[in-house]
Nanobody
Framework: QVRLVESGGGSVQAGDSLRLSCVTS????????MAWFRQAPGKEREFVAA????????DYAASVKDRFTISKNNGKNTVTLQMNALKPEDTAGYYC??????????????????WGQGVQVTVST
């Protein structure tokens, strides 16, 4: 059984940083593409960042590039999203997603096989 459990969300001020973690079980991060998505109220879920099993391929949404960093620790079964210089528009529920060992277009939510329950990030001015 695959489980993805996010943590690290919270309420912060604009310009602050947060570090989200996704602890996985039932999959191997050395053979699985992983991603973060987010969803704001009334909006569709959108791609944030993705990382390949080998860490060679990393992709970011334009809106977070140079501010967010995705990484993973295969031995600890954990995927991390470091978020710096947060803006009010980053306010959303953040979701960890797991795919397969095949590279897909990361921006499509239908490409991802497993999802976490999400964690809320709120950024105020």
């Amino acid at each position: 059984q695959v489980r993805l459990v996010e943590s690290g969300g919270g309420s912060v001020q604009a310009g602050d940083s947060l570090r989200l973690s996704c602890v996985t079980s039932g999959i191997s991060l050395s053979t699985t593409y992983m991603a973060w998505f987010r969803q704001a109220p009334g909006k569709e879920r959108e791609f944030v960042a993705a990382i390949s099993p080998s860490d060679v391929y990393i992709d970011y949404a334009a809106s977070v590039k140079d501010r967010f960093t995705i990484s993973k620790n295969n031995g600890k079964n954990t995927v991390t999203l470091q978020m710096n210089a947060l803006k009010p528009e980053d306010t959303a529920g953040y979701y960890c997603a797991a795919g397969s060992n095949e590279k897909v277009d990361p921006r499509g939510t239908g490409e991802w096989l497993y999802w976490g329950q999400g964690v809320q990030v709120t950024v105020s001015t």
